[in-house]
């Protein structure tokens, strides 16, 4: 492995490390969900009608394809996406964002479903009311657009 | 007089502020950087997978690596696994500025078929952790600021 004693990321010297990594992060996720006890590896086994051994080979990042993922995810009770983002790495100096960080920001969100939902988060608060001036110079209404949305907004 | 021991820093992974991974080494026990400069394929993949998922800040899964938390003498402990391959260490917080850092070094390797982890193992890797030797082979890279009238102050676990 003298290729990968470099200052640029392991993943950025072959698709093959990438892929690995990505799987790797990707079956980490199932693994936790089993360890949490949500699942466990006798249950999936039954529902993918498969032995324990053949289960355990699905948890090989090597053998792992978007159909066996999403045959996993769906006997955890589970679902998958592939999600494709810019982190402004182009040369992947620092490798690929651990998946379970996409998961966990999505429920952060309130686990929008729809562009909508999502649109529905993270609008800014439009508050309707008067402005300052109002009492002496007579009567405006106006938009006031606040950069707290349900994100940044404090918690009361 | 033995050589000093030396301590070098896992290279090609994500810099982390929080995290760091290392392999202390200078002496015929400590045969971790060597097992892991010498897996190729799935095995080296796996290892720097499940590296790079702790230092993404990641707790788990136990099927890739733990600290051994409830084993009070060996507390310090810490392990990467894959298939029967292991790779132990010890944690420590190196960096005076930022004793929230972590870092692991890791010390030993050894194949494992059993369920449980053999205590001489992590007995040696405690042992590893409180030497001076050691201590002073992780100071080289992450030196202790040095206060006014003050010598050196050795880090703690």
Known sequence: ?156 | MPPPLTFRLLAGCRVSMERGIGFLEGHSDLDAGRAFDSFGGADARAFRSHMDQWLDGANGPKTHFHPFKSDLDHRNCFVFKYKEHRLYGFLCHPEDSDPRFQLCSLCIYATKHEHNSDRRELDRVEQWGKSLSAQEAISKIYPPKLRKGEGRTPWTN
């Not at chain 1, 009608?49 to 978007?66: A, D, E, H, K």
């Not at chain 1, 309130?110 to 999502?118: D, I, N, Q, V």
């Not at chain 1, 606040?146 to 907004?153: F, K, V």
């Open chain 1, 1 to 156: 492995m003298d290729e990968l004693k470099t200052t640029t990321h392991w993943t950025a010297q072959s698709i093959e490390n990438f892929t690995y990594r990505v799987a790797s992060d990707f079956l980490a996720q199932v693994e936790t969900t089993i360890e949490k006890g949500e699942v466990s590896r006798s249950e999936l086994a039954h529902r993918l009608n498969r032995t324990l051994g053949r289960v355990s080979q699905l948890f090989n990042p090597s053998n792992i394809t978007v159909s066996s993922a999403v045959r996993l995810v769906r006997a955890a009770g589970m679902k998958v996406a592939l999600v494709a983002y810019d982190d402004n790495d182009a040369e992947n100096k620092n490798g690929p964002v651990n998946s379970d960080l996409f998961y966990q920001c999505w429920k952060q969100m309130g686990s929008p479903k729809t562009f909508f939902e999502l649109a529905r988060t993270t609008a800014p608060i439009v508050n309707f009311g008067y402005w300052d001036e109002a009492a002496t110079c007579g009567i405006e209404i106006g938009r006031v657009h606040t950069t707290q949305n349900s994100i940044t907004r404090p918690v009361n």
